[in-house]
């Protein structure tokens, strides 16, 4: 299986603030790499696919980089709305399998 | 608009058999894989397996031996079943729809989830 480790497993940060977050692969994934935010009680909602593209309807604060083994999102001026945990996720093989997730706390 | 609606049992004894359904509403299940996610309460997600229109399945290695997925097209709907469950599979599970952009697929509607709790 490949392993996808994230860091930091949690963050505090101010609205306003550049936030980036970033994926390792423990083998090499191209460009197949997801992000979803995910909200207290609710289900995962996708941010970016394929590594960088931005699903519809996402705000253009968000942006997603990387290819290989390290990839990174990066929010870049937090909203309120933003403070969610946060995933990534490969495609590459299955099983499919996300990393431990990041929370992004309000500081 | 394409809708996921799931349900099923939400309170099981260990060694009882999980049984949930998602429909699918607004879209067929053609062109499509057809995922079950679960989350154990303040843990991450992790990939059950999915299916397509045709029934083609894959399982995680980690669940195979427990795990069936179906799909009924009359129904535009498909459905998990977990046996023998144990406290470790108390869960908020997910049933979600496998897009694809080139080769890269990705989650990109969910349903609402259902909390499953194992417990004597």
């Known amino acids: 299986d490949i392993q996808m480790t994230q860091s930091p497993s949690s963050l505090s940060a101010s609205v306003g603030d550049r936030v980036t977050i970033t994926c390792r692969a423990s083998q090499s994934i191209s460009s197949y790499l997801n992000w979803y935010q995910q909200k207290q009680g609710k289900a995962p909602d996708l941010l970016i696919y394929a590594a960088s593209s931005l699903q519809s309807g996402v705000p253009s604060r968000f942006s997603g980089s990387g290819s290989g083994t390290d990839f990174t999102l990066t929010i870049s001026s937090l909203q309120p709305e933003d403070f969610a945990t946060y995933y990534c996720q490969q495609s590459y093989s299955h099983p499919l399998t996300f990393g431990g997730g990041t929370k992004v706390e309000i500081k | 608009q394409v809708q996921l609606q799931q349900w099923g049992a939400g309170l099981l004894k260990p060694s009882e058999t999980l049984s949930l359904t998602c429909a699918v509403y607004?879209?067929?299940?053609?062109?499509?894989?057809w995922s079950w996610i679960r989350q154990p309460p303040g843990k991450g997600l992790e990939w059950i397996g999915d299916?397509?229109?045709?029934?083609?399945?894959r399982y995680n290695p980690s669940l195979k031996s427990r795990v069936t997925i179906s799909v009924d097209t009359s129904k535009n709907q498909f459905s998990l079943k977990l046996n023998s469950v144990t406290a470790a599979d108390t869960a908020a599970y997910y049933c979600?729809?496998?897009?694809?952009?080139?080769?890269?697929?990705?989650?990109?509607?969910w349903g609402r989830g259902t909390l499953v709790t194992v417990s004597s």
């Open positions: 607004g879209g067929s299940l053609s062109g499509y894989y």
């Open positions: 299916i397509n229109h045709s029934g083609s399945t």
């Open positions: 979600a729809k496998g897009e694809q952009w080139a080769t890269i697929w990705y989650f990109d509607l």
